[in-house]
């Protein structure tokens, strides 16, 4: 993997030589050299993402809601999962793989929406600058680490990214055409699809609508329109997110469920978790993080992002897209400035939206990506071209400068794609040394227990997993998901383990996996004597122990007796 690499690096490294240094050449070589790196680390990802699927997200909602659609033959009410009253249109689509038993190429799916994007970037930049710099924009999107890490992942974010930016360009183009209605309609549609992979795009539709009269020539007659252009572009937008308000409105009373429950109070009842503290005085007990540590977090995110890390934003993202933008706007016209600016204001916004939100994860900010790669290629451009020219009193050694950056920032991603290839291992799963159960177990530590449960219990039966992270993609039985038996300290608790054990059972319970850390750590703490002592009981005389993995028991619920 390590000479893959090189060979990128050395690529980018000749390509980026010409368009600094001011040579020209044919526009078929042009495109040829660009391909190059595009092609490699289009592999690259690819054959990270040919294994299957065990993140997360994936199995507690991006696959696992589709599965259960699948199974009822409908969009159906699922209560006991909040997720699915999100918006699912990327979801929808991952119906067709899980019904034809290819998951893995869910992932291709989502990674083919990177892969959108980065055309849009390339597209934009290749008007405005080159095709050279267009393709480096491009490449640099596509290979930053948290998308590289979506790339792989059955997640939504890159369809939200992708429309996003679609809608973001879109308007630009609808402006310089001249603002008229029927250009306005595609943004609008491309925002309002946003919205439709994810709640977040709600925030895309604001600062858009918002940005409209910004991002209009002061100079235009159309000026005075703003306000009814606005109106339009949100109307349309939200006609195009509309089936899910639908849908959520009729279910629950809330068009946004589960956002703004207090709004619509009345709303049915589906077990909605009360508000508790704030996220971001949650970071300081979580955490123990200083108030200025939790006040820089839209800065800290480009730099201390780690995966798989909550308290480090889970994810990674690159320090060029903090510090490039700023000489994006060193001696650039007043027509381009205001595009600049415009970018600028979003991605900005949105960061700081997301962190008023929201605990921060590097995914959520998604959406301010691409505006940041395209200020961070024209702040790379404007270095070549000016600051460091005039500050070195020499174009080759400016040059030369320019390129040293541009492989800094791909070495970084770079040395991220080849990291992944140790916590994925791919070439075990793909050559065949590794079968999918056994790759599935070393990641998803329950599993064995969940493929026992598919392959020796009925058909009907019901299990009760007990802090499994409702992790529901791979199981082929009913499922439901909690933390206790029953709750602690409740009133109408059983108090005899016979009592619980025909709760369960009235409940439809035939078999019990719990993670035994967490069960025990949370019964010690919570559950006074006699409750500890009913579940000891039950256990004891009610349940068989069937299996144990990996810190994790499968208990047979005993049935009754008939007689």
């Given at each position: 993997?390590?000479?893959?690499?090189?060979?990128?690096?050395?690529?980018?490294?000749?390509?980026?030589?010409?368009?600094?240094?001011?040579?020209?050449?044919?526009?078929?070589?042009?495109?040829?050299?660009?391909?190059?790196?595009?092609v490699?680390?289009s592999?690259?990802?690819?054959v990270?993402?040919s294994?299957?699927?065990?993140?997360?997200?994936?199995?507690?909602?991006?696959?696992?809601?589709?599965?259960?659609?699948?199974?009822?033959?409908?969009?159906?009410?699922l209560?006991?999962?909040?997720?699915?009253?999100?918006?699912?249109?990327?979801?929808?689509?991952?119906?067709?793989?899980?019904?034809?038993?290819?998951?893995?190429?869910?992932?291709?799916?989502?990674?083919?929406?990177?892969?959108?994007?980065?055309?849009?970037?390339?597209?934009?930049?290749?008007?405005?600058?080159?095709?050279?710099?267009?393709?480096l924009?491009?490449?640099?999107?596509?290979?930053?680490?948290?998308?590289?890490?979506?790339?792989?992942?059955?997640?939504?974010d890159?369809?939200?990214?992708?429309?996003s930016t679609?809608?973001?360009?879109?308007?630009?183009?609808?402006?310089?055409?001249?603002?008229?209605?029927?250009?306005?309609?595609?943004?609008?549609?491309?925002?309002?699809?946003?919205?439709?992979?994810?709640?977040?795009?709600?925030?895309?539709?604001?600062?858009?609508?918002f940005?409209?009269?910004?991002?209009?020539?002061?100079?235009?007659?159309?000026?005075?329109?703003?306000?009814?252009?606005?109106?339009?572009?949100?109307?349309?937008?939200?006609?195009?997110?509309?089936?899910?308000?639908?849908?959520?409105?009729?279910?629950t009373?809330?068009?946004?469920?589960?956002?703004?429950?207090?709004?619509?109070?009345?709303?049915?009842?589906?077990?909605?978790?009360?508000?508790?503290?704030?996220?971001?005085?949650?970071?300081?007990?979580?955490?123990?993080?200083?108030?200025?540590?939790?006040?820089?977090?839209?800065?800290?995110?480009?730099?201390e992002?780690?995966?798989?890390?909550?308290?480090?934003?889970?994810?990674?993202?690159?320090?060029?897209?903090?510090?490039?933008?700023f000489?994006?706007f060193?001696?650039?016209?007043?027509?381009?400035?205001?595009?600049?600016?415009?970018?600028?204001?979003?991605?900005?916004?949105?960061?700081?939206?997301?962190?008023?939100?929201?605990?921060?994860?590097?995914?959520?900010?998604?959406?301010?990506?691409?505006?940041?790669?395209?200020?961070?290629?024209?702040?790379?451009?404007?270095?070549?071209?000016?600051?460091?020219?005039?500050?070195?009193?020499?174009?080759?050694?400016?040059?030369?400068?320019?390129?040293?950056?541009?492989?800094?920032m791909?070495?970084?991603?770079?040395?991220?794609?080849?990291?992944?290839?140790d916590?994925?291992?791919?070439?075990?799963?793909?050559?065949?040394?590794?079968?999918?159960d056994?790759?599935?177990?070393?990641?998803?530590k329950?599993?064995?227990?969940?493929?026992?449960?598919?392959?020796?219990?009925?058909?009907?039966?019901?299990?009760?997993?007990?802090?499994?992270g409702?992790?529901?993609?791979?199981?082929?039985?009913?499922?439901?998901?909690?933390?206790?038996?029953?709750?602690?300290?409740?009133?109408?608790?059983?108090?005899?383990?016979?009592?619980?054990?025909n709760?369960?059972?009235?409940?439809?319970?035939?078999?019990?996996?719990?993670?035994y850390?967490?069960?025990?750590?949370?019964v010690?703490?919570?559950?006074?004597?006699d409750?500890?002592?009913?579940?000891?009981?039950?256990?004891?005389?009610?349940?068989?122990?069937?299996?144990?993995?990996?810190?994790?028991?499968?208990?047979?619920?005993?049935?009754?007796?008939?007689?």
């Amino acid at each position: 993997m390590g000479g893959v690499v090189k060979k990128i690096n050395g690529v980018h490294l000749q390509a980026h030589t010409e368009f600094c240094m001011g040579k020209r050449s044919s526009r078929g070589i042009a495109i040829a050299w660009c391909a190059i790196p595009v092609v490699l680390t289009s592999a690259a990802i690819m054959v990270l993402a040919s294994v299957p699927p065990v993140s997360r997200d994936a199995l507690t909602h991006h696959l696992a809601v589709p599965k259960l659609y699948l199974k009822h033959g409908a969009m159906v009410e699922l209560p006991y999962l909040k997720c699915s009253y999100y918006p699912q249109l990327l979801d929808l689509l991952y119906c067709i793989p899980v019904y034809l038993g290819k998951d893995i190429v869910a992932k291709y799916i989502h990674f083919c929406f990177a892969l959108g994007t980065a055309w849009l970037v390339c597209r934009y930049l290749q008007r405005k600058l080159s095709l050279a710099w267009g393709c480096l924009g491009g490449i640099f999107f596509l290979t930053i680490p948290v998308i590289v890490k979506l790339g792989i992942t059955v997640y939504v974010d890159l369809g939200l990214i992708f429309f996003s930016t679609a809608s973001m360009l879109s308007l630009l183009g609808w402006r310089d055409k001249g603002c008229g209605w029927p250009g306005l309609l595609p943004a609008a549609a491309f925002a309002g699809l946003a919205a439709s992979v994810k709640y977040n795009g709600l925030i895309v539709i604001m600062l858009l609508t918002f940005s409209i009269p910004f991002i209009v020539k002061r100079s235009e007659k159309v000026k005075a329109q703003g306000a009814l252009h606005m109106v339009a572009f949100f109307l349309v937008a939200m006609a195009v997110f509309s089936p899910w308000m639908i849908r959520n409105y009729r279910w629950t009373g809330n068009p946004l469920y589960p956002l703004y429950s207090r709004v619509f109070e009345h709303q049915k009842d589906i077990g909605q978790d009360s508000a508790g503290m704030s996220h971001i005085a949650a970071r300081k007990y979580v955490y123990h993080e200083k108030l200025w540590q939790t006040l820089t977090i839209p800065v800290r995110i480009f730099f201390e992002g780690k995966d798989d890390d909550p308290k480090f934003f889970d994810g990674v993202l690159s320090p060029f897209l903090f510090f490039l933008p700023f000489a994006a706007f060193f001696g650039v016209p007043a027509d381009r400035r205001r595009d600049l600016a415009f970018f600028a204001w979003f991605a900005v916004l949105y960061i700081l939206m997301v962190f008023l939100k929201i605990d921060m994860r590097i995914r959520y900010v998604g959406p301010s990506i691409p505006p940041l790669v395209i200020l961070s290629v024209f702040g790379l451009h404007n270095l070549a071209n000016g600051v460091l020219p005039r500050a070195f009193k020499s174009r080759r050694i400016a040059g030369v400068a320019a390129v040293l950056v541009a492989v800094a920032m791909f070495l970084y991603n770079y040395r991220y794609v080849a990291r992944e290839f140790d916590v994925v291992k791919p070439f075990a799963y793909l050559s065949g040394s590794v079968s999918r159960d056994d790759y599935i177990a070393a990641y998803v530590k329950e599993y064995p227990l969940v493929r026992y449960v598919n392959e020796h219990t009925a058909t009907n039966a019901r299990v009760l997993a007990c802090f499994l992270g409702r992790r529901l993609y791979y199981f082929d039985r009913d499922v439901r998901f909690a933390k206790d038996l029953f709750p602690p300290g409740a009133p109408d608790s059983p108090g005899t383990p016979e009592e619980l054990w025909n709760m369960l059972r009235h409940e439809g319970y035939t078999h019990i996996i719990v993670r035994y850390d967490l069960f025990n750590n949370r019964v010690a703490l919570l559950f006074n004597h006699d409750q500890k002592v009913v579940i000891a009981g039950f256990f004891k005389k009610f349940t068989r122990l069937l299996k144990r993995s990996q810190g994790f028991g499968l208990y047979a619920i005993k049935a009754r007796e008939v007689g």
